[in-house]
T-cell receptor, first 113, second 117 residues
Framework: KNQVEQSPQSLIILEGKNCTLQ??????????LRWYKQDTGRGPVSLTI?????NTKSNGRYTATLDADTKQSSLHITASQLSDSASYICVVSPQTGANNLFFGTGTRLTVIP | NAGVTQTPKFRILKIGQSMTLQCTQD?????MYWYRQDPGMGLKLIYY???????DKGEVPNGYNVSRSTTEDFPLRLELAAPSQTSVYFC????????????????FGEGSRLTVL
């Protein structure tokens, strides 16, 4: 069964600290994985896309990694800011039946001063 | 560019009432989607469209209908509202050059929060 699981469900960190969010998937055959950021009361916004051949990709203070062998991805946030408080959603696309995107339930990150 | 615009942002319905959630995009995207987001659950696909005049069911289509008469507009119709339809609804669009491979970024609207009492 194609699934996407994210951990932790929620996380509270102090401003300036780093954190890592995890995404494990069983979607096969794999095409790509996106991380989205969803601010409270807003729609999700894409942070980065990881394809099969990519291991690491950075977008400012956000760094995503992908291990296609173990079917794991992580999103590392460096030097967190209050504006990083949001839900982070992992979305996996299979190679076929491409109207099916598999969404994780998200990690709720709260950055406190 | 306004991106994806949804209206209304909030609505309260009584059981059995009907309504339409409006969605329009100005990015000339071919694909459009309607999702619902319930607390603690991942986004679930209700309906999608690959272009004007073409729509198809997603994972949870019961109780909803859509139409796509133009590239820009993709309204979602709720008939006979039920409490189970209380949710936050997101319209999204993307450009895809291939019907097989999906690497396109989804652009979401701000969401429509619907409560059915």
């Amino acid at each position: 069964k194609n699934q996407v699981e994210q951990s932790p469900q929620s996380l509270i960190i102090l401003e300036g600290k780093n954190c890592t969010l995890q995404c494990n998937y069983t979607v096969s055959p794999f095409s790509n994985l996106r991380w989205y950021k969803q601010d409270t009361g807003r729609g999700p916004v894409s942070l980065t896309i990881m394809t099969f051949s990519e291991n690491t990709k950075s977008n400012g203070r956000y760094t995503a990694t992908l291990d296609a062998d173990t079917k794991q991805s992580s999103l590392h946030i460096t030097a967190s800011q209050l504006s990083d408080s949001a839900s982070y959603i992992c979305v996996v696309s299979p190679q076929t039946g491409a109207n099916n995107l598999f969404f994780g339930t998200g990690t709720r990150l709260t950055v406190i001063p | 560019n306004a991106g994806v615009t949804q209206t209304p942002k909030f609505r309260i319905l009584k059981i059995g009432q009907s309504m339409t959630l409006q969605c329009t995009q100005d990015m000339n995207h071919n694909y459009m989607y309607w999702y619902r987001q319930d607390p603690g659950m991942g986004l679930k696909l209700i309906y999608y469209s690959v272009g004007a005049g073409i729509t198809d069911k997603g994972e949870v289509p019961n109780g909803y209908n859509v139409s796509r008469s133009t590239t820009e507009d993709f309204p979602l119709r709720l008939e006979l509202a039920a409490p189970s339809q209380t949710s936050v609804y997101f319209c999204a669009s993307s450009y895809r050059s291939s019907p097989i491979l999906n690497t396109g970024e989804l652009f979401f609207g701000e969401g429509s929060r619907l409560t059915v009492l």
